[in-house]
């Protein structure tokens, strides 16, 4: 059964704290996406690779976020300091190169 | 600048109704629009999708209209069920340059009241 899996599923944490989110693409898949849901703001792009080469982190803040492919199999997004503004579901997709992204079901994100 | 706007922001529905949602974009380089069908707790999952060069697509009870000359598109689900009570949403991405990125609508919450 071939899936996204993203981990934590839940992360509360206190403002200031380091927080990491990890992604598990589907095997074979090239292209990695992270993207932020909000009520306010919806679906956002933070970043995408390709390759596991950052072709695009222009949604992302930043001074605070960083996104990494330290291999195939994991990608992770690194919040450092966290911020209250930053409580949202993160979700990872993967896909073939033009074909269609699969989503993971998410990190459910709370900075208190 | 939101380059994909989506309306209703939400919709209840008797159950066997028709359940329309409607999508407008302003970037004329996408060319691939797919809906997406998010369950509380997962993440969005594609539902059905349709390339400019046709003007609707039907998949079982849904079905994609497309009008490029507006810049619209819109969903809709045939006989509505409880069981498609989700939020939808609807995205534009440009794959002909071999890219996949998504630019989503805000959503739609749908409510199929029995």
């Known amino acids: 059964d071939a899936r996204v899996t993203q981990t934590p599923r839940h992360k509360v944490t206190e403002m200031g704290q380091e927080v990491t989110m990890r992604c598990q693409p589907i095997l074979g898949h090239n292209t990695v996406f992270w993207y932020r849901q909000t009520m306010m703001q919806g679906l956002e792009l933070l970043a995408y690779f390709r390759n596991r080469a950052p072709l695009d982190d222009s949604g992302m803040p930043k001074d605070r976020f960083s996104a990494e492919m330290p291999d195939a199999t994991l990608a992770t997004l690194k919040i450092q300091p966290s911020e209250p503004r930053d409580s949202a579901v993160y979700f990872c997709a993967s896909a073939l190169e033009g074909t269609e992204a699969f989503f993971g079901q998410g990190t459910r994100l709370t900075v208190v | 600048q939101q380059q994909v706007k989506q309306s209703p922001q939400s919709l209840i529905v008797q159950k066997g109704g028709i359940s329309i949602i409607n999508c407008a974009y302003e970037?004329?380089?996408?060319?691939?629009f797919p809906w997406y069908q998010q369950f509380p707790g997962k993440g969005p999952a594609l539902l059905i999708a349709i390339r400019p060069d046709v003007s609707e697509k039907k998949e079982g009870r849904f079905t994609i209209s497309f009008n490029k000359s507006a810049k619209q598109f819109s969903l809709h689900i045939m006989d509505s069920q409880p069981g498609d009570s989700a939020t939808y949403f609807c995205?534009?991405?440009?794959?002909?340059?071999?890219?996949?990125?998504?630019?989503f609508g805000k959503g739609t919450m749908l409510l199929v009241s029995p």
């Open positions: 995205a534009a991405s440009k794959r002909s340059s071999g890219y996949s990125t998504l630019t």
């Open positions: 970037n004329t380089a996408f060319d691939y």
